[in-house]
């Protein structure tokens, strides 16, 4: 049986559901041979090589060779909807796995938009979209990194929600102690770093005016083993769980960790506020008295010590006029300065 797959495969930004197929039937352990690939998947011999070109284009460790087949140059964990689902289910979420979209945030906005329940949670393999903070693309590497969205509907209005970003910042990085990564550290207001660089971002968005009860949908990058060519292509020092840990972790027993933590701190949020968080939040501030610059959307909004958050998640700089409450822009250090 010819599939309509039978086609050659030109759009390497579009993961298909027969690409990841073929490569869960992957192992580190040994070679599979595309004539069984084929057999297997009722696929063509040039299809299954179509989509191991495509794989490879998008540094996913395909080994092949010839006479023997194909086989994965590092042990990749895929995300596993029932998995996910079993464990995730108990605590009300309701998740859904894609092998690619544009952007978890867009995806789930949208649906949010058109009704979707509290808790859906939407993860992706693979966006060819994905957004970062202040207009930034967010990359990932297919099968090294955690990508999702959740969609949390909050009593409180979005006036209310501004220790968000911390607050999930302080439930990621406890959900990493939990894991084994100790030292994970916060930069104001939602990166997650080890000391090698930059682990994960945070991108949240709210729907519903200041004084409704609002609802956030929090995308969450996280790098769990990324490609040396996305590694090299990244302008700031990135940091992966791998590095972290000392062996490539399972992304979904990951995934689960976090969200769990994540459940019990947006719960706690909701009802208390950021205050039960910003002890801490404050004892992971990965600049804490350290000279700072922050950039505002305009250019540089000011430049002093960086010290604690106030109780609504706002940054606090001691300048030469005093502490200054910061709330939106880019934290950097000031090199040299003391
Ligand atoms: C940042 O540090 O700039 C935030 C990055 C957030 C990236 C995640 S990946 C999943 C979700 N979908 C997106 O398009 N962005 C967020």
Redesign the pocket.
């Known amino acids: 049986m010819l599939a309509a797959l039978d086609i050659p495969i030109e759009d390497t930004s579009v993961i298909s559901t027969e690409l990841l197929s073929v490569l869960r039937r992957l192992t580190h352990e040994g070679f599979t041979s595309g004539q069984e690939l084929a057999r297997e998947f009722g696929w063509s011999r040039t299809t299954i090589h179509s989509l191991i070109r495509q794989a490879v284009e998008l540094d996913v460790p395909v080994q092949a060779i010839r006479g023997r087949g194909y086989r994965l140059g590092r042990r990749v964990s895929w995300l596993e909807w029932d998995r996910l689902s079993d464990a995730l289910g108990t605590l009300g979420y309701r998740v859904q796995l894609l092998p690619c979209c544009d952007?978890?945030?867009?995806r789930l906005l949208q649906q949010a938009a058109e009704g979707a329940d509290h808790k859906s949670v939407l993860v992706t393999e693979w966006?060819h979209?994905?957004?970062?903070?202040?207009g930034?693309d967010?990359q990932?590497t297919l099968g090294g990194s955690l990508?999702?969205?959740v969609l949390w509907r909050f009593e409180r209005p979005a006036g209310q929600l501004s220790g968000l970003s911390l607050v999930t910042g302080v439930a990621l990085a406890l959900a990493l102690d939990g894991l084994g990564v100790g030292d994970a550290r916060l930069k104001w207001p939602?990166?997650i770093l080890l000391p090698a660089g930059k682990l994960g971002?945070?991108?949240i968005e709210l729907q519903g005016d200041m004084l409704e009860p609002a609802s956030a949908v929090i995308?969450?990058?996280l790098n769990v083993d990324l490609s040396e060519a996305l590694r090299s292509g990244v302008s700031q020092p990135v940091a992966t769980l791998a590095d972290g840990l000392g062996h490539v972790p399972d992304r979904n027993e990951v995934l689960v960790a976090l969200l769990q933590r994540l459940d019990a701190a947006l719960t706690q949020f909701d009802c208390e506020g950021f205050a039960p968080f910003k002890g801490e939040w404050e004892a992971r501030h990965a600049h804490r008295d350290q000279p700072v610059a922050i950039l505002g959307l305009a250019g540089r909004i000011c430049q002093g010590m960086a010290r604690g958050v106030d109780h609504d998640g706002a940054l606090l700089i001691e300048t030469d006029q005093g502490i200054r409450r910061i709330l939106s822009g880019e934290v950097s250090l000031r090199a040299g300065m003391a």
């Open positions: 952007s978890t945030n867009s966006q979209a994905g957004r970062g903070r202040r930034r967010w990932g990508l999702f969205s939602n990166d971002g945070i991108l995308g969450i990058g």
